[in-house]
């Protein structure tokens, strides 16, 4: 039985819009139920619908009138209240009650974490200025000293491309969060400088002597290497996260960069092998970028058979529909979806390894 692969054309693929839904490309890089954002607006939509047409007016001008900590500490279901259904107009307000509620007794007293709350606020508003604004504080410390602060705040200035600050609130963290990690590790990629290469490189050694990077991270920091021209240290990274189609593409571009045509081939020639399996037929992808490199590489360092070997490897992968016309460097920045996605039937979040998390 002869099967035969269905050509896909770059202009299919565009008019198919690349496979991926364009809402999973350009926006935060956790999920809404990562951060329990989802969570924060259904609350929202409770609350707003519970103090009915007029009722977030009179709470506001109920609360304008508090001028200490003592009353704060008094109305704390008040001021919970206005989180969940505040909006821009309200923020000098919030951010006065704010204040009154950072008080050392008012914190060690209260049983809601505030700071979560209002970092969700700003997050869901996306106003990253007036989050970093209160963060940085001084007298809000004793608010934000939990690792789900830091996690939504730095997706929040991650998603506005304030990447300088995402590292600033990296380095107040005192406790390991693997998103944290990941976040500041995709700061540092975007910013790409010699500097940032040496920080992320000290935040692996790091990181690794008693935990494990997201596969998203590993990709960062190869990435990164990559373009400081580092490829040696971009393998080397690469094989603590186990094979998967952007990996394999990364670790291509650093095989091409290093002028290693041999194993750039048998990478190919192994591309071509997996999309024999039409049981699996995105297994296989190889990027626009990607073949790029390969390009570079045969031109630079290889010879006339070379190039003839190339060209036959190029026409058997589009033949196989192995080649997309998408770039690792969009595909990198796709959300996240974290431990709600790998949820079983039975409800328990399983243990997220090196080889699940992205």
Excluded: W
Aim: glycine share 2%; aromatic share 6%; charged share 25%.
């Amino acid at each position: 039985m002869v099967v035969k692969f269905l050509r896909i054309t770059p202009a299919i693929l565009r008019r198919l819009n690349h496979y991926i839904p364009r809402s999973t490309v350009c926006r935060t890089l956790l999920s809404d139920p990562s951060l329990k954002i989802d969570h924060f607006a259904k609350r929202r939509i409770f609350q707003v619908d519970l103090l009915g047409k007029d009722g977030k007016a009179k709470l506001a001008k109920k609360l304008q009138t508090m001028s200490s900590s003592d009353e704060a500490r008094h109305a704390t279901h008040d001021i919970v209240d206005l989180l969940h259904c505040a909006d821009v107009e309200d923020i000098p307000l919030i951010n006065n009650l704010i204040l009154l509620v950072s008080d050392p007794d008012v914190v060690q007293s209260r049983a809601f974490n505030f700071g979560v709350t209002l970092i969700r606020l700003y997050h869901f508003l996306n106003l990253p200025e007036e989050a970093h604004s209160v963060y940085s504080n001084p007298e809000c410390l004793l608010l934000f000293q939990d690792a789900t602060s830091h996690k939504v705040l730095m997706d929040l200035m991650y998603k506005n491309k304030l990447f300088t600050q995402v590292v600033e609130v990296y380095s107040m963290l005192k406790h390991f969060n693997i998103d944290c990690v990941t976040l500041v590790l995709g700061a540092l990629y975007h910013l790409n400088t010699p500097d940032c290469l040496e920080k992320a490189q000290d935040i692996v050694k790091d990181v690794c002597q008693h935990h494990v990077l997201s596969r998203r991270a590993i990709i960062f920091v190869a990435l990164l290497s990559l373009n400081q021209n580092e490829p040696d240290f971009a393998l080397e990274i690469l094989k603590q996260s186990k094979d998967s189609v952007l990996v394999t593409n990364v670790k291509i571009m650093c095989l091409s960069r290093q002028g290693d045509l041999k194993s750039t081939f048998a990478q190919l020639e192994e591309a071509v092998e997996i999309s024999k399996n039409i049981t699996r037929p995105f297994a296989a992808r190889l990027y626009s970028d990607t073949m790029g490199e390969v390009r570079k590489a045969v031109k630079l360092h290889g010879l006339p058979e070379d190039a003839m070997k190339l060209e036959r490897l190029e026409q058997q992968l589009s033949y196989r529909g192995v080649l997309s016309i998408q770039v690792t460097t969009s595909l990198i920045e796709r959300i996240i979806p974290g431990v709600e996605y790998f949820r079983k039937d039975t409800g328990k979040p399983p243990i997220i390894n090196n080889s699940q998390a992205d």
